[in-house]
């Protein structure tokens, strides 16, 4: 079912107390989720793992690391009920403006090629394809490819 958002979401850090929120998010978004030790590591090395939330509903979240003027993207993820709103678009600017505050000058990530809701999203968000990484993701039948995509921060 979704849910149409009745107010502005709120963008604020992530603890381990959403970690249950956000692992069944997760378990509903991925093929192959991240495990809950996989986020509380992101946390310890205090990579930036950020929420939106509404009335205490997490809609979207996402991890992600700078540092050598390089910000890598390694989860972003709207909620099933909240999808098709601008979530990701919005959480994107969020990152864009965070990685900038904090000198990066390039943003990278890794997309399954077969995630083409996730890639329409990147190519419009003036992301271009740098790489493949050759059986980079586990998948049903053996392991799948990666497209890196990279943009610069104006
Ligand atoms: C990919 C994902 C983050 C998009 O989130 P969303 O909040 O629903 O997307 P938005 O509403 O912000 O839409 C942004 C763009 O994504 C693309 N998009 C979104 N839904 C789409 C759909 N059903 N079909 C095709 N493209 C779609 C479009 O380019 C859209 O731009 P537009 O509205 O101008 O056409 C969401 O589907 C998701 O969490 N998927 C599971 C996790 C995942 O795959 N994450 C990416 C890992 S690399």
């Known amino acids: 079912m979704v849910a149409v958002l009745k107010s502005v979401p709120v963008i604020r850090s ?3 107390r959403d970690l249950p929120q956000i692992l ?3 378990n509903e978004s991925y093929p192959f989720p991240w495990t809950e030790g996989i986020f509380t590591d992101c946390l310890r090395v205090d990579y930036e793992c950020v929420l ?3 009335d205490k509903a997490i809609c979207a979240y996402s991890v992600f690391s700078v540092a050598a003027e390089e910000c890598h993207i390694l989860n972003l993820c709207v909620s099933k009920t ?8 919005s ?7 965070r990685a900038k505050e904090m000198d990066a000058n390039f943003i990278y990530l890794e997309v399954r090629p077969t995630n083409l809701i996730a890639i329409n999203l990147y190519l419009s968000f003036g992301f271009e394809e ?4 050759r059986q980079y993701y586990p998948a049903i039948n053996g392991r799948e490819d990666a497209l890196m995509l990279a943009r610069s921060i104006d």
């Open 82 to 89: 909240f999808r098709g709103q601008g979530l990701s678009r």
């Open 24 to 26: 069944t998010i997760e």
């Open 91 to 97: 959480m994107l600017e969020y990152v864009f403006g």
């Open 14 to 16: 992530m603890t381990e």
């Open 52 to 54: 939106m939330e509404v």
């Open 130 to 133: 740098i790489a493949r990484r």
